[in-house]
C-alpha cells in the first residue's frame, strides 16, 4: 500500500467565483464566526486533475462537511452523507484517460436526514481534513470495509493473562498469501507473533502480563504489526496502536481503571480555531492536546462528532481518557435515524483500536424540544445495540439535556450517563447544582452519572470586584467553575465532570456578552492565546505541576482604597506583597487577600508560594473604566435567563406574545436562528403568524419547565 497526499493546489468553486485552494479547507473560516449576517450554507465545487491509473486506487476524505459527491470525468463515483467520518471510494477504473478531471461537491446546506440539524456550533463546509490516494495490490488488507484499518485488534483480561481478539478484512485473500502479526513493546521487541491464511486471517494473541495503558500516568502502548506475506515477500501492512487496559464504572464507587479508582477530571473539546474554523493541521492538533494536559484534565469529551483520527491517537499517546460521540444531537428524526446510524458505525469501525477511547456517546441533548417523538426511544436503543454488537468491550453514553427528568426512560438506556446542567448560568443558581444531583442519585441509585457538560461564559475584557451571574467576567466563570468541580469532587458517586468547554468555538448565531458568533464558555479563547482565569483554577485542582497565579490581571486598573486579589495555587501557602503590606494566606487552592491597599497610579503587587511568584501593577484610579463592565444595550442573550421567577417585563417579548411578534424582532429571529437552524419551512412559519407561543408550545408537548426556560429566553429581548 502506498499513501500520496492530495492536499496541495485544488480548484475551489464557490457561488461561480473560482480561487487555488489547498486542503485542509473551509469556506467558513470568517463568516461562520464573526455571526455578521449568518454564513453560506450551500454547494461548492473542488476540483483536481488525476493522471490515468491502472494500478487499485482508492481516494480517501478524510472529512467533508457535510454531503459529498464525487465524480472523475463527469461519471458519479459515489456520495457520503455525514461531515466527520472517514470515507474511501476505488476510483481507478474512472482514471482510464491520460488527465482525469476529479470533481468533489461539498454542501453544508442543512438537510433533514444528515445530522447535526440544528446546535450550537458552526457547521463549517469544506475538505476540512486530508485527501489521500491509496494505491494497493490485487491481495490487500480492505480499503472499503468501512474501518481505517482493516484490522480490528481489541484486548481483553482472561483470569490473569491477557488476550488481543484480532479480526482483519483482507480483500483478494489466496493460498499463497498469509497474514503475519507481530505484537511489538516500546522497545520494538516482539512479544507475541502467529501466521494465518490470508483466507482465514482471524486470530487470538495471548500475553501474559502485559504492561499496562494506564492513562495519563503511564499511558504504555504496544504495536501491532499486520502484514501480508507472498513468496517471502511482505505486499501490504498496517501498524495499529495497542493499549491493555480495563475500565469499570460503579454507581456508588465511580470510575476504575486497572481496578484502580480514578476520577474523570474532563474538559470537552470542539475542533475548531479562530479563522481556520474546522481545518486544522497537526500543529493546531498538538497545541490543543498540550493546553488540555497542562489545565491538568484526564480525559477529555470530543464533542459533538468523530473528530480527526490525529486527535485521537495523540489522546492514545498521552493518555487521555476519550468519550467520543456521534452528531446526534438537538432534535430527533425518523427521517436522520439511518444517518444516525450510519456515522455511529463509522465511528466505531474507525476508531476502535484506540485505547484512550472508553466510551461511545450516542446522542447529545436530543430531547431539547421534548421527549413526546413515539420513534425516539426505539431509535436510541437501536443505536445502542449497534454500539454494543459492534463493539461489545466498551460502554454506551448519552448527555442528557438538563430538563430531562430524573425518571426519564433515556436515563436507562446506555450503560453510563452524563448531564448537562447550567444551573448558575442559563437558570437558578449554582447552589441549585448540589439539590439535583443528590436528589438524581436518591431516586436513581444504580445510574452511573457524571456531568457530560457544565459551563458559563467568559469574555475577555470584562471585570468586576464582585462577579454576578450573567456578567460575563472571567471572575464569575471562575466562581461557578470553583463551585462545580467542588461539588463533584465531593461525591464519590459520580465518577467524573467534563467543562463545558476548554475552548471558546464558534456558534454562527450566537450573539452573546458583545461577540457575535462564538461560545465563549471556554477556558481558553478560541485563537487559543488566551487562558482565563477559571484555567488555572482547574490547574490547581487537578495537575501536578507547581505554580501561582494572580487571577484578574488584565484588569490592571482598580479604585484608590483596597481592592480583593485572588489567587490559584496548588501549594498550601502563599504571601502577598504590595506597598506597605505582607500577608500570608494558608488555603486550599484559592487564596483570598481582600485588603489590598491601592494608591493612585502604580502599585506593585507580587505574590510568592515556595519558590514560585507571580506579579502585576494595579493602577489605582478613582473610577473602574466603563469598558469593565458589559455595556447597556448589548444585545445578550443569557443575562436575564434566570430571572423567571413569574414577574414578566411588559416590554419584553414573553411565551403570551405571537409567532409574529417573534418574526419581526431582530433580536428574536436570530436566536430562533439558533433554535431550529434552517430546518423550519417558511410557509409553514407564515401560517403559524397568529398563534400564541404559549398554546403552540402547548400543542408541541414541550413541559412547563421548558415553557418557562423559553420564556426566560424571551424575557431578555425588549419589544420594539
Ligand atoms: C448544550 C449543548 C452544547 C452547547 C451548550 C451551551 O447544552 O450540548 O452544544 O454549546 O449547551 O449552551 O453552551
Excluded at 431516586?443 to 457538560?453: D, F, G, R
Excluded at 467543562?499 to 479563547?525: H, I, P, Q
Excluded at 486550599?588 to 502585576?616: E, L, M, T
Excluded at 406574545?657 to 412559519?685: F, P
Amino acid at each position: 500500500m502506498k499513501i500520496v497526499n492530495i492536499n496541495k493546489d485544488w480548484e475551489f468553486e464557490k457561488e461561480g467565483e473560482k480561487s487555488r485552494v489547498s486542503l485542509p479547507h473551509t469556506w467558513n473560516g470568517l463568516d461562520g464566526q464573526n455571526g455578521a449576517n449568518g454564513y453560506y450554507q450551500g454547494k461548492c465545487v473542488y476540483r483536481k486533475t488525476l493522471p490515468g491509473e491502472k494500478k487499485i486506487c482508492y481516494i480517501e476524505f478524510n472529512g467533508a462537511n457535510s454531503v459529498a459527491e464525487v465524480s472523475v470525468n463527469g461519471k458519479k463515483v459515489g456520495e457520503h452523507k455525514g461531515g466527520y467520518s472517514m470515507f474511501r471510494f476505488r476510483i481507478d477504473p474512472f482514471l482510464d484517460k491520460e488527465e482525469n478531471l476529479l470533481e468533489v461537491s461539498v454542501d453544508n446546506t442543512v438537510i433533514p436526514e444528515v445530522f447535526p440539524t440544528s446546535a450550537d456550533f458552526t457547521f463549517y463546509g469544506g475538505l476540512y481534513r486530508d485527501v489521500n490516494l491509496i494505491y494497493a495490490g490485487e491481495t490487500r488488507f480492505s480499503l472499503d470495509d468501512g474501518s481505517r484499518y482493516a484490522v480490528r485488534a481489541v484486548p481483553a483480561r482472561q483470569g490473569d493473562s491477557w488476550v488481543i481478539d484480532v479480526k482483519t478484512s483482507i480483500s483478494g485473500a489466496n493460498a499463497d498469501t498469509v497474514c503475519l502479526y507481530e505484537l511489538k513493546d516500546a522497545d520494538g521487541i516482539t512479544v507475541a507473533r502467529s501466521t494465518r491464511p490470508s483466507d482465514n486471517p482471524d486470530d487470538i494473541l495471548s500475553i501474559s502480563s502485559p504492561h499496562l495503558w494506564n492513562g495519563v500516568k503511564d499511558p504504555y502502548l504496544y504495536t501491532l504489526r499486520c502484514t501480508l506475506v507472498k513468496n517471502a515477500k511482505e505486499i501490504d501492512e498496517r501498524e495499529i496502536n495497542v493499549g491493555f487496559r480495563e475500565i469499570e464504572f460503579d454507581s456508588e464507587k465511580g470510575c476504575f481503571l486497572n481496578g484502580e479508582h480514578i476520577k474523570l477530571k474532563g474538559v470537552s473539546r470542539h475542533q475548531d480555531r479562530e479563522n481556520l474554523g474546522n481545518a486544522l493541521t497537526l500543529k493546531e492538533h498538538e497545541e490543543d492536546i498540550n493546553l488540555i494536559l497542562e489545565v491538568g484534565a484526564n480525559s477529555v469529551r470530543l464533542a459533538h462528532y468523530q473528530q480527526a483520527e490525529e486527535f485521537y491517537t495523540l489522546c492514545d499517546k498521552k493518555g487521555l481518557l476519550v468519550w467520543a460521540e456521534v452528531p446526534v444531537i438537538t432534535i430527533y428524526s425518523k427521517a436522520r435515524q439511518q444517518n444516525a446510524e450510519e456515522q455511529l458505525t463509522s465511528l466505531i469501525k474507525q476508531n476502535i483500536n484506540h485505547p484512550s477511547i472508553f466510551c461511545w456517546g450516542i446522542e447529545n441533548e436530543i430531547t431539547l424540544s421534548g421527549e413526546r417523538n413515539k420513534k425516539l426511544v426505539a431509535g436510541l436503543n437501536r443505536l445502542n445495540d449497534i454500539a454494543h454488537s459492534l463493539d461489545p468491550s466498551r460502554p454506551t453514553a448519552c448527555a442528557q439535556v438538563a430538563m430531562a427528568k430524573p425518571d426519564s426512560l433515556l436515563n436507562r438506556l446506555t450503560d453510563i450517563l452524563g448531564y448537562n446542567h447550567y444551573f448558575g448560568w442559563y437558570m437558578q443558581t449554582v447552589n441549585a447544582l448540589d439539590k439535583w444531583l443528590d436528589d438524581f442519585h436518591k431516586t436513581n441509585p444504580s445510574v452511573k452519572l457524571c456531568l457530560s457538560e457544565y459551563g458559563a461564559e467568559a469574555v475577555i475584557g470584562y471585570y468586576s470586584e464582585n462577579p454576578v451571574q450573567g456578567d460575563y467576567s472571567e471572575g464569575y466563570q471562575a466562581l461557578y467553575h470553583e463551585h462545580y468541580i467542588d461539588a463533584v469532587n465531593k461525591r464519590d458517586w459520580m465518577w467524573g465532570s467534563y467543562v463545558w468547554n476548554m475552548f471558546d468555538f464558534g456558534s454562527a448565531a450566537r450573539n452573546e456578552g458583545g461577540v457575535r458568533g462564538r461560545n465563549n464558555k471556554g477556558l481558553v479563547t478560541i485563537d487559543r492565546k488566551i487562558k482565563k482565569d477559571a484555567f488555572y483554577m482547574y490547574k490547581a485542582t487537578w495537575s501536578d505541576e507547581k505554580f501561582v497565579y494572580i487571577t484578574a490581571k488584565r484588569y490592571p486598573d482598580r479604585v484608590v482604597g483596597t481592592t480583593k486579589i485572588k489567587v490559584y495555587s496548588n501549594l498550601p501557602e502563599v504571601t502577598l506583597k504590595a506597598d506597605g503590606y505582607e500577608k500570608t494566606v494558608k488555603a486550599d487552592r484559592i487564596f483570598v487577600f481582600d485588603d489590598v491597599p491601592v494608591k493612585k497610579g502604580d502599585n506593585d503587587v507580587v505574590v510568592i508560594a515556595g519558590k514560585y511568584k507571580d506579579s502585576f501593577t494595579v493602577n489605582g484610579v478613582d473610577k473602574l473604566p466603563e469598558s469593565y463592565a458589559i455595556g447597556k444595550g448589548v444585545p445578550i442573550l443569557v443575562r436575564n435567563w434566570f430571572g423567571t421567577d413569574g414577574t414578566l417585563k411588559d416590554d419584553c417579548l414573553s411565551v403570551n406574545d405571537r409567532v409574529r411578534d417573534l418574526l419581526d424582532n431582530d433580536e428574536a429571529q436570530s436566536m430562533l436562528k439558533l433554535a431550529a437552524g434552517n430546518t423550519v419551512k417558511k410557509w409553514y412559519v407564515k401560517l403559524l403568524r397568529p398563534f400564541r407561543i404559549r398554546t403552540l408550545l402547548k400543542i408541541a408537548g414541550i413541559d412547563p419547565q421548558m415553557t418557562d426556560i423559553i420564556n426566560g429566553f424571551l424575557q431578555t429581548i425588549k419589544k420594539h
